[in-house]
């Protein structure tokens, strides 16, 4: 069973940066698909990034691309998520979670998840 630990969250100003860590534990996960999803208060879980197997492909939403970068290293079981130029809407629970597919954006096609990290991006 594979267990994913996010990092990383926590308060900063509109502008500011973070990076969200996500620690697996198993060894399925140099074999998954790696994906970041979010929750805002009221609103259904939303994608915003995914990165590949071997990182050869990322993709993002609109609403993020350009601010969030996906990387994820294999040797540390780590996936993260660099968070630049943050916006007061960005403001919600960060889950990491693992696919067995190629880099879906659905969250139906996610197999583990993480429990979540609280981001908060004050005006």
């Known amino acids: 069973q594979v267990r994913l630990v996010e990092s990383g969250g926590g308060l900063v100003q509109a502008g500011g940066s973070l990076r969200l860590s996500c620690k697996a534990s198993?060894?399925?996960?140099?074999?998954?698909?790696m994906g970041w999803f979010r929750q805002r208060p009221g609103k259904e879980r939303e994608f915003v990034a995914v990165?590949?197997?071997?990182?050869?492909?990322?993709n993002y939403p609109t609403p993020v691309k350009g601010r969030f970068t996906i990387s994820r290293d294999n040797a540390e079981n780590t996936v993260y998520l660099q968070m630049n130029s943050l916006k007061p809407e960005d403001t919600a629970v960060y889950y990491c979670?693992?696919?067995?597919?190629?880099?879906?954006?659905?969250?139906?096609?996610?197999?583990?998840w993480g429990q979540g990290t609280q981001v908060t991006v004050s005006s």
């Open positions: 979670a693992g696919s067995s597919g190629w880099a879906p954006i659905s969250a139906r096609l996610y197999n583990y």
């Open positions: 198993g060894r399925t996960f140099s074999g998954s698909a």
């Open positions: 990165i590949s197997r071997d990182s050869g492909f990322t």
